[in-house]
């Protein structure tokens, strides 16, 4: 009566409608694929089986093969392409293998599966290109095996004239038995007693043990590699070698605990996809992680090696082309680094399948990911242009001595986001890179380390010249800290009615050294004027009348006007 029925409401929707018989056909078999029969060897299909729409199939497979009603479970296969006398034995055995598949092979997530009979495509914002289309075959599961994908499928079919449904497709079913070769039970599992394997939530009574058992295994294999290390870099003579195994202590350990975790779940051990799944994620992205720490740490002990055996102490009494030398050691480190972070990110990825899966929904939206990397992203990158753009003009260079914000400091490295500066009293001032090229800075090194210094002494007009620049020369020379001595100079440099200011120049092998002989030529001249001539300190004058004494002409009284310091005094000539 059903299918009398929608003959009739088809025949009147072609009287209605404009389209031709050929259109309605083409537009049906975007709906399902037409087949003759399906499973003529399984008889009636049970009522526990579901097998409308793509989530109901799936969701009715893992419960019927949990439950291990593999039988049930074969009507929810496309057993077309074996003969209907071979469908039921080998349906039963092709869902007990692809139920472990499936178990095993990834965490299959079945809400993400359409809930509707013709598998719709649904997209809000439009940009897929099938929006709103009807799909009769969508991918289930992709799993990898002896290096080849293999795709896990679902078909819509329609035999005859009865209600088309939802099948695992043949393809998928040819390749079963590859897949349940690599992920179905490990020799482990095939001696577990059968009353460890009871359902307990979403693992079994075997698996809420071995989980627990599998993650301190691994962790106590991680903490005796951490161990063994710290105990060989202990043994180990001074030198380079030393240095290196005691820095990749925590990487090397990360790197045994990947291994062995993939060896026990390759050969030993499997889980379901759920755990395994995240679990093998994370083995990737710390075996990753722990390699690219190790050539990290190759790289800085290298550097270090170079450093100390080229350069030395990092200051700026090297000579230029070593500052410039360990500039660009550490530029080509940067680059190692760049080029090492972006090797884990692209292995990762590719590992992982991001873009395969939640990448896709992510990077569907280009304007999404270019504002979040224009907003978040924008110090960072400033800061690495920043950084490149110092390493190849040269500013600055490791081991110069630099003026910034009223700080000396010496240029102790350059890293992607800041640069370190050590201060003339011991302290690490971090600028981040884009802030330092932005502010003006002195770079006392930038040709030369030498550097020329003025002290300054204020002294009465009856100060003698010629004797303190003698002396100022003779204690300048026996200085070891000034250099250049034609270039020593003595001269007086401003005067007002009451004192003098007498400059002293000097040069000194580097900013420091010139500062210090500055001052320890002052502290000598001090000593000299105040041993030798004590008259030549500025002393207050006091002015007792404004009338011109040159004219002749004095007053009989005259009174000392009152201040702080001086008493009224009148005095009377005789």
Known sequence: MKTLTAWMLLALALMLSPLSMAEVIESEERLWYSVDVLNAGLGEVPEEVRRVTPREVVRSFIQLTDDGDYAKAAHLLNLSDLEPDDQASR???VARQLGEVLRRGDWLNVSSLPAQRDALVED???????????????PLVTLDADG???DIRLGRYRAGEEDAVWLITPESISVVGLLYEKYGPSWLEKHIPERFNETYGSFK?????AIPAFLMLVGLVGWGVFALVKVVAHLLPAGMFKVFIGNVQLPLAFVAMSLVAQLLLDYVVSFPGMFASSFRVLLVIFL????GLVALRLLDTFLLRMTERLVGEIDDTKYRDERKLLTSLYALRRGIILVIVVSVAVY??????LFETLGVSLLASASVLTVLVGIAGQAVLGNILSSFQVSLAKPIRIGDLVVFEDEWCYVEGIFYTFIRLRTWDERRVIVPVRYFVSKPFQNLSSKEAKQYRRLVLNLHLSADIDVLRAQFLTFAEADDRVIEHDKLSCAVTDQS?????VSFYLMGTEPLCAWEAEAHVREKLIAFIRDHHPE???REVVVLSHQDEASGVRPTTRRVPPSDNVENVTHREP
């Open 497 to 501: 009615e009451t004192s003098m200011e």
């Open 288 to 291: 990753a992680w722990g390699i």
């Open 91 to 93: 349906g039963f055995e």
């Open 148 to 150: 080849q994908t293999y």
């Open 348 to 353: 990762i990825l590719a590992d992982i399948e």
């Open 205 to 209: 009574l075997w698996e809420w043990i």
């Open 536 to 538: 030549w300190w500025p």
């Open 124 to 138: 809000p914002t439009g940009q897929h290109p099938r929006a709103g289309q009807p799909r009769r075959d969508l």
